[in-house]
């Protein structure tokens, strides 16, 4: 009844209706991770905790004006958010 008062107001075609509702459907599966990929990942960790070490005793053995934190803490977020975007994905 309320499809035909729609139909009544609106001035549409019956046709119309049954192209609005779905015919088919396609899914796929998640494609599964690539270990090359993580072990890449892994590596990026591996060098981003190097470079923190490295960082931190330049600061404490020369004299610079500026805490370690302002050179790690960007490369630590962004290794997060890349690893995050990276198994977040769908």
Known sequence: ?????????????????????????????????????EKFILACWGLIAVKHV????VVHRYAVPFHQLWVNAPTFLLGLIATLAYYRRE
Do not use: S
């Open 54 to 57: 490295v960082v931190i005793w």
């Open 1 to 37: 009844m309320l499809a035909d008062f729609i139909q009544l107001i609106t001035r549409r075609t019956p046709d119309t209706y049954e192209r609005a509702f779905v015919t088919e459907v396609h899914a796929t599966r998640p494609v599964p991770p690539d270990p090359r990929v």
